[in-house]
């Protein structure tokens, strides 16, 4: 099992940035896939953007974010990060970081349920 702690979230203006970080720690060299969602009130968790381990894998975005955020892992620091540029109101909301199953690469998990871990969320406020 591996366990994930996020960071990194506030307040920000629009057009602002912030970077999110999520810790794994455990057994995470099998972990190929992780990705960051965002959860708002009265809504399902919906991904973000996932990246993979795999050179083949390449990475996702939401259609939403393209061009604003960056998804990047540094897996020697078991870390994975979300550097979001350019905010808009509609990108507030509460932020996981989720670990897909071992040894499965991303092109494998398609939705939050195929992500069995998670983390405790980090809140993101965009002010317009």
């Known amino acids: 099992q591996v366990q994930l702690v996020e960071s990194g979230g506030g307040s920000v203006q629009a057009g602002g940035s912030l970077r999110l970080s999520c810790a794994a720690s455990g057994y995470t060299a099998n972990r190929r896939c992780m990705g960051w969602f965002r959860q708002t009130p009265g809504n399902e968790r919906e991904v973000v953007a996932r990246?993979?381990?795999?050179?083949?894998?390449?990475?996702y975005y939401a259609d939403s974010v393209k061009g604003r955020f960056i998804i990047s892992r540094d897996n020697a620091e078991g870390t994975v990060y979300l550097q979001m540029n350019n905010l808009k109101p509609e990108d507030g909301g509460m932020y996981y970081c989720a670990a897909a199953p071992p040894w499965h690469a991303c092109h494998f998990v398609s939705s939050p349920a195929d992500f069995p871990d998670w983390g405790q969320g980090t809140q993101v406020t965009v002010s317009s």
């Open positions: 990246i993979s381990t795999l050179d083949d894998d390449p990475i």
